[in-house]
C-alpha cells in the first residue's frame, strides 16, 4: 500500500468514527452498517474483481462468521477470539466453495456457488444445537478484550479498526506476487498458466482470504444484530454485495467503500423522504427495482463504477483507480497461445 | 547447460503436428525455427515449454526429463518462454510484470506468501529495472499499466519478463514479428545481448530472415511436423529444398 492509501484509510475511518460517536445511536448503528457492509464487499471485491471468480456465497459465508463467533462468545469466549474463530471457519467454508473453482470457470462456477449459498442456508436452518435452527440464535453483547459491546456506539470502534486492518492487509497484498498472480489469473487463466502462474492455488489463496475476512464481517453482523438466523444470509444478502462491488467500481482500491456506504446508506435515505412524505410503503418496494436498475446502468455505462465516475469529475481525485476500463472479470483477454502451428 | 530434444511427436486428432522432431541446442548458442505456416514450430515450442504434453519424445536438459512438466515447474528450472501474442493485463505496470517473472522461480507455498507481506520490494525493484528493464530500452515506461504501450514494447515486457525469470533456456516464439523494423533490430540485438551476459541457450522462432540470419548461430528448417534441414545461416540459404519449400527461388 502507498503512504497516501494509508493516510487516506485511516482519515476516512477516523471521520465515519467521530460522525458514529458523536451523532447519537442512529449515526453509531449506520456507521457500524457501512463498515461491516465494507468488509464484505471488501473481501467479494478480492474474490471477484481482483482474482475474477464470480462467487455467489458471500452473504452465506458472512453467516458462517455470525454463527461461529455467537456461539463462541456466548460460550464466554472474548469477542476478539470469537470475531478471529468466526474469521477462520469462515476461510475453512470458503476454500471448500472455491474448490469447484479449480475445475470450473466463469458462469459455470458461479452457478456451483450458488449450490454453495443454498446448502450453508438449508444447514443454518437444521444444525438446531448451534444455529437454533429456524428461530436463529440470540447472542449476547460480548466484550471486545474487555470492552463490553452492549450500544451500538461501543462495537464503532472495533468494528473500524477491523475495517482498517482489512483495508489496509488487501491493499498491501496486491502489491505483493501472489495480488499479481490473482490480477492475472482474472484476466486469463491460459496466460496465467503460461507465465508459470499456479492457477489453483492463487485462487485457493483468494477464496482463504476472502472468506476470512467475510468471516469476520459476519461475526461482527453478529454482533450488531444480536442475532444470527437463516434470514439475515440469504442469497439476497450475497446479491447485495455483488451490488456493492459493481456499483463502487470492480477491482477498485476505493470501490468496497463506496459501493457499500451507497446500499447501505441509499435505503435508509428512502425510508426517512418515504417516512416524511407519507409513502413509505411504495418507496421501500422501489429499493429493489433501484438497485436492479443501477446495477445494469453501471455495468453498461460505467463497470469501474462509482470509483471511475468521482475520478472523472476530479482528474487527479481519488487516483488510486486505476485508469483504463475493464469488462466484467469473467472477460477475459487475449489469450497468448497461438493456436496449434 | 544443453537441451537435447529427440523424437518429440504430437498428435491433434489425425494431424501429426510435430513428427519425430529432433533439435539440440547449446549453452549460449541461439538456434532459428524457421519454416512455412503450419510447420509446426511454436507446436514444438509449446512441447518444449509444458503447453502441450507431446504423445512421444524426449526433451533432455543437462540430463532432466522436460517433457510432461508444467510450465512452472519448468521455470523454476530455468526454462523460460515468450508468447506470439501479446496479452494486455489491466492494471498490472511493466514493473509488476517484471515482478511476475521474477518470483516464478521461488517456490512459494508453506507461508512464503506471507514473508512477501512485510518485505519492501524496493531493492527488487531497482535490480529489476537496472539489469532487465533498461537494456530492453522500457524504464521510462517502468510505471506504465501496459495496456497503454505499443505492441512492440509490449513484446519487449514479455521479454522481460522470462529473463527476470533468470533463464538457461529461452523459448523465443516470433519476437520481431508485427514490430517495425527499427523495434525488430533492437528486439535482436537484446536477444543477442541476453545470450552473451546470461550465456543461455536460445530457440527462436521467426519469419523475417534478415533478422533471422543476423541472429542466428544455427539454423533448423521445418515442413510439415519435421525437420527438413539444419545448419549454418549460409548453408540455409543455398540449399535448394529450403528454398523450395520456404525461402522462395530468387
Known sequence: MSARQLAITVGVAVLMGVLGLALGRYAAYLVNAVAIAALGALSLNLIIGYCGQISFAQGALLGVGAYTAGNLSNAGLDGAVAILGGGLLGAAVSALVGLPAMRLRGLYFAIATLAAQAILEYLFKILDPLTN??????????????????????????????LVLAWLAVSRLMRTDLGRAFLVVRESEIVAKGMGIDVSHAKMQAFLIGGFIAGVAGALAGYANRLASPEAFTLDLSA?????????????????????????????????????????????????????????????FEPRGLTALLSRLRPRGIGAAPHGSVGAPGESGQPQEGGSR | MALTASDVTIRFGGVVAVNRMALDVLPGEIVGLIGPNGAGKTTFINCLSGTYRPNAGSALWGGDELIGLSPSALLRKGVARTFQNVASLHDLTVLDI???????????????????????????????????????????????????????????????????????????????????????????????????????????????????????????????????????????QADAEVRRVYLGEP
Open chain 1, 240 to 300: 447485495d454485495y455483488i451490488a456493492m462491488i459493481i456499483i463502487g467500481g470492480l477491482g477498485t482500491w476505493p470501490g468496497p467503500l463506496i459501493g457499500a456506504a451507497f446500499v447501505v446508506l441509499l435505503p435508509e435515505a428512502i425510508q426517512r423522504v418515504g417516512e416524511a412524505a407519507g409513502i413509505s410503503d411504495i418507496l421501500s418496494a422501489l429499493r429493489e427495482l433501484a438497485f436492479g436498475l443501477l446495477i445494469i446502468l453501471f455495468l453498461i
Open chain 2, 98 to 236: 517484471a515482478k511476475l517473472g521474477a518470483s516464478v522461480r521461488r517456490d512459494r507455498r508453506f507461508g512464503g506468501h506471507l514473508l512477501d507481506f512485510f518485505r519492501s520490494e524496493r531493492a527488487l525493484e531497482a535490480a529489476l529495472t537496472e539489469s532487465i528493464l533498461a537494456p530492453l530500452e522500457l524504464t521510462d515506461v517502468a510505471h506504465k499499466p501496459i495496456q497503454t504501450l505499443s505492441y512492440g514494447r509490449r513484446k519487449a515486457v514479455d521479454l522481460a519478463r522470462a529473463l527476470a525469470g533468470d533463464p538457461q533456456l529461452l523459448l523465443l516464439d516470433e519476437p520481431v514479428a508485427g514490430l517495425t523494423s527499427h523495434e525488430g533490430m533492437a528486439m535482436a540485438k537484446a536477444v543477442r545481448d541476453v545470450r552473451d551476459r546470461l550465456g543461455c541457450a536460445v530457440i527462436m522462432v521467426e519469419h523475417k530472415m534478415d533478422v533471422v540470419m543476423s541472429t542466428c548461430d544455427r539454423i533448423a528448417v521445418m515442413a510439415a511436423g519435421s525437420k527438413i534441414f539444419e545448419g549454418l545461416p549460409a548453408a540455409v
Open chain 1, 133 to 162: 435452527g429456524v428461530s436463529g440464535l440470540v447472542i449476547t453483547p460480548p466484550t471486545i478484550l474487555g470492552f463490553p459491546m452492549n450500544s451500538d456506539q461501543s462495537l464503532v470502534v472495533p468494528s473500524l479498526v477491523i
